[in-house]
């Protein structure tokens, strides 16, 4: 198995454009999870989703971010518009809901916001 | 404060030496876990204890988990460099899927 598989693995743009962040999870989980890492705040639960449906978006900091999982094979985050503060490491993970409690993470993807 | 709660935030020993590192809670749990994570990468996964165990093993891993006190260690015997890296723990609580991880521990082990 692949893993988990993250796209991009690293965005550079400027303020106020839009982000779309992608996400692959392993075969046959169920589960997916979006988080986002800094060095201020640590590792922070963004959203998860259970069979494609959104659980718990607590953790979205604000309108500008949106997550989205059409099938079971793929998940978005998207932030409009990005901002600085924005900069952080974006990390995906997934794992089967039923016989595994362990997250697996993808390699995440390193956002720099200008 | 934060939910899982790392002591040290940072370690520093010798190859071969024992690494401990701590983790406080405040809430009920299910299970506790520990993940590891190399510079630039995502974590891994290393071991899971649950809320009826007090102790586990895993090669060179031993975890310990005390409910009464919330709290719960790594230990790391025989470390080798390659064990340089950041380690997370993260409390799953009685009931849903979210994962609340606390700051972390870097250990440097020095050849």
């Known amino acids: 198995d692949a893993g988990v598989i993250q796209s991009p693995r690293h965005e550079v743009t400027e303020m106020g454009q839009e982000v779309t962040l992608r996400c692959k999870p392993i075969?046959?989980?169920?589960?997916l999870f979006w988080y986002r890492q800094t060095m201020m705040r640590g590792l922070e639960l963004l959203i998860y989703f259970n069979n494609n449906v959104p659980i718990d978006d607590s953790g979205m900091p604000e309108d500008r971010f949106s997550a989205k999982m059409p099938n079971a094979s793929f998940s978005t985050l998207k932030i409009q518009p990005s901002e600085p503060r924005d900069s952080a490491v974006y990390f995906c993970?997934?794992?089967?809901?039923?016989?595994?409690?362990?997250?697996?993470f993808g390699p995440g993807t390193r956002l720099l916001v200008l | 404060s934060q939910q899982g709660e790392e002591d040290p935030q940072a370690l520093s020993i010798q190859e071969g030496e024992n690494a401990t590192m701590n983790c406080s809670y405040k809430t009920s749990i299910n299970n506790l876990q520990w993940y590891r994570q190399n510079s630039g990468r995502g974590l891994v996964h290393l071991i899971l204890?649950?809320?009826?165990?007090r102790e586990k093993h895993s090669g060179r891993l031993r975890v310990t988990l005390d409910t009464s006190k919330k709290s719960s260690s790594l230990l790391i015997t025989a470390s080798r460099a390659a064990d340089t890296a950041s380690y997370f723990c993260?409390?799953?609580?009685?009931?849903?899927?979210?994962?609340?991880f606390g700051e972390g521990t870097q250990l440097t082990v020095n050849p």
């Open positions: 204890i649950r809320s009826n165990e």
């Open positions: 993260a409390t799953a609580p009685t009931s849903g899927s979210r994962l609340t």
């Open positions: 075969s046959g989980h169920n589960s």
């Open positions: 993970a997934s794992r089967w809901t039923r016989r595994q409690e362990t997250q697996y």
